[in-house]
């Protein structure tokens, strides 16, 4: 079975600094691994994915994210917060062939302090 | 805007009633999905169509049932309404539904039951 954990349901970050939010997954099979964002109100749209090409993935409004197999992670970053990034992440896998369902984590509240 | 459009946007209504939610897929897109986001189980898979196929199921209750039309568009109903079914559902889309495809989410429908 697959599962996606998220550590740290609120994080709290200045403008302009370092956005780390963690994800670990498991999966018996290569994952294929996303990072959704969702602002309040709103459905979930989708920052990144890795589908087994690049290990370091970016994404759109400067996020990226790298796939590190040996510690079955896969961390969002941004090196530098803006206060429209204030929204709620949410890490997801999906394993090929067993499914195709979108198993999502907790998610991660982001407060950008001015 | 991701293409996907759901109605309605709010619905309120009474334990033990039935209710239906709509959902239209991007246009080109064949793969619908359904999920529930509630404060308590966070975001969860509930099923999956697939021009006109169920694909996949998730932790979708008996109480509740779907289908996907000819035209693509999708329905979720809800049957003997509890006061925990009260949460947020989302609708998303992807072209043939494989596991490394984007799933575009709609706005979703926030469903009150009261």
């Known amino acids: 079975a697959q599962s996606v954990t998220q550590l740290g349901s609120h994080v709290s970050v200045s403008e302009g600094a370092l956005v780390l939010l963690r994800c670990n997954y498991s999966s018996s099979v290569p994952p294929y691994l996303f990072w959704y964002v969702q602002y309040p109100n709103q459905g979930l749209q989708l920052l990144l994915k890795y589908t087994s090409a690049a290990t370091l993935v970016k994404g759109i409004n400067g996020f990226e994210a790298e796939f590190k197999k040996s510690e079955t992670s896969f961390h969002l970053t941004k090196p530098s917060a803006h206060m429209s990034d204030a929204a709620e992440y949410f890490c997801a896998v999906r394993q090929g062939a067993a499914g195709n369902k979108l198993t999502f984590g907790g998610g991660t509240r982001v407060l950008v302090k001015p | 805007d991701s293409g996907v459009t759901q109605t309605p946007k709010h619905l309120i209504t009474a334990t033990g009633q039935r209710v239906t939610l709509r959902c239209s897929p991007r246009?080109?897109?064949?793969?619908v999905y359904w999920y529930q986001q509630s404060l308590d189980q966070g975001l969860q898979f509930l099923i999956q169509y697939y021009n006109g196929e169920e694909r996949a199921k998730g932790n979708i209750l008996e109480r509740f049932s779907a289908q996907q039309f000819p035209d693509l568009h999708s329905e979720l109903n809800l049957s003997s309404l509890e006061l925990g079914d009260s949460a947020l559902y989302f609708c998303a889309s992807s072209v043939t539904g494989g596991p490394g495809e984007t799933q575009y989410f709609g706005p979703g429908t926030r469903l009150l039951v009261l």
């Open positions: 246009s080109g897109d064949l793969s």
